[in-house]
């Protein structure tokens, strides 16, 4: 069996073995390293076929016995594969993963303005792709002639990729730029995998600019290297498969509705369905304030309330592969919907209103359910991705959400 894995510094939260599982049946391991033992792990035994990580993708260059094209252009080797005599060959598959991105895209940088965010190695890729696809490119650094302060000089801007760790997992929420300084944008890519959607993609959603993340791009270039290490180019078509296996594996499913329509019983059913943990927002509030729900209501107020839930959302948005039950009326603050939609699908349980318990529920002791749920309406549409009645068995409802993911 070949032996295959991933070379780095700190691989904690790689998901390189989760995407060659899905590709091919070879051992794949993470191969953490210091930058002192680098030399002698390239020049040991004991691997096959390697990717290479940041910080050593120019560091493992001098030890490759020839390089592809596309490495020497780019100085930089993601790929490794060790041949039978012994000598090592490196190629770069990034530059195919992000070229495979901007083809699915739709995207035409042909003659246009591409402003590439970062000067770092995945930055030298990125601008190779779109000078090769004839965009005009300026790369946006902390300093030098073109930096964040004199942005207004590219208010011409067609396309933005981020290849900056910006916003990236566990900094969620922070965003390199404002987009709104870009009247003429057609496109905004970000590098950044986890979360599914970044700050910088989620303004873009609300600003209606066409937007695309780095999942594709990893999964393609783990595609590509696949090919390199088993010599067996069909790799390259199992990139869609992929890509919608990882997806389904790594959002999170996120449960909205009116209180007591059954969010809690849906999330244990649907998780020990799935295989996946379940997160629940009230219970961590509690846990938080040390008190229970209706001692914060009586003491804090809503508002009070409010702003815990909204404090417990933003750890519990930031969590992979989980499902997450939420309080009734977390949809009455916006700021919670970037914090859910950013790595969740986001499911709205309905249930007939004269179904609905009260015990234990303060807003809905203290309100009609019909008025309060008047109220919310528009806020669940709004924040939900699809919308599951809940008024059969369990199980139904759990079958009904699986089939719609």
Excluded at 39 to 52: M, T
Excluded at 142 to 149: A, F, K, L, T, W
Excluded at 255 to 278: E, F, Q, Y
């Amino acid at each position: 069996m070949l032996r295959c894995g991933l070379l780095g510094e700190a691989l904690g939260h790689s998901y390189s073995p989760a995407i060659h599982a899905l590709l091919a049946d070879y051992d794949y391991r993470l191969y953490e390293r210091a930058p002192d033992k680098v030399p002698l792990f390239l020049k040991s035994g004991e691997w096959d076929g390697l990717n290479v990580t940041i910080p050593y993708k120019k560091t493992v260059v001098p030890f490759c016995d020839e390089l592809s094209e596309t490495a020497k252009r780019l100085g930089s080797v993601n790929t490794i594969v060790r041949r039978a005599d012994g000598t090592l060959y490196g190629d770069n598959t990034d530059w195919f993963g992000f070229a495979d991105t901007v083809r699915r895209s739709g995207a035409s940088p042909a003659g246009k303005k591409a402003l590439v965010l970062g000067s770092g190695g995945a930055s030298v890729t990125v601008c190779a792709v779109l000078r090769d696809l004839g965009a005009r490119v300026t790369v946006i650094s902390r300093s030098g002639g073109d930096n964040y302060e004199n942005l207004s000089r590219h208010a011409d801007a067609a396309l933005i990729a981020n290849a900056t760790p910006v916003g990236m997992y566990p900094k969620n929420g922070e965003a390199p730029l404002d987009l709104a300084q870009f009247p003429r944008l057609e496109g905004v890519f970000d590098l950044i995998y986890n979360p599914a959607r970044t700050a910088l993609l989620l303004q873009a959603e609300a600003l209606g600019i066409p937007h695309w993340g780095g999942l594709h791009m990893l999964v393609a270039q783990a595609a590509q290297s696949c090919a390199r290490f088993t010599g067996d180019d069909g790799r390259i078509g199992e990139i869609d498969r992929v890509e919608r296996a990882l997806r389904l594996r790594l959002q999170n499913i996120a449960l909205i509705g009116m209180p007591g329509c059954g969010k809690s019983t849906v999330a244990a059913a649907l998780g020990a369905r799935l295989g996946m943990p379940v997160l629940e927002a009230d219970e961590a509030v509690e846990r938080a304030a040390g008190k229970p729900i209706p001692t914060i209501f009586a003491e804090e107020g809503e508002a009070g309330f409010r702003a815990r839930e909204t404090a417990v959302l933003r750890e519990l948005g930031k969590r992979s592969g989980a499902i997450l039950s939420t309080g009734g009326g977390c949809v009455t603050r916006a700021e919670n919907y970037p914090l859910l939609h950013q790595n969740s699908r986001i499911v709205l349980l309905r249930r007939s209103l004269d179904r609905l318990p009260k015990e234990g529920r303060p807003l809905s002791q203290q309100n009609d359910l019909r008025a309060l749920y008047e109220q919310r309406r528009a806020q669940y549409a709004r924040f939900a991705d699809f919308a599951v009645d809940n008024d059969g068995s369990v199980e139904e409802t759990v079958e009904r959400i699986a089939a719609a993911l």
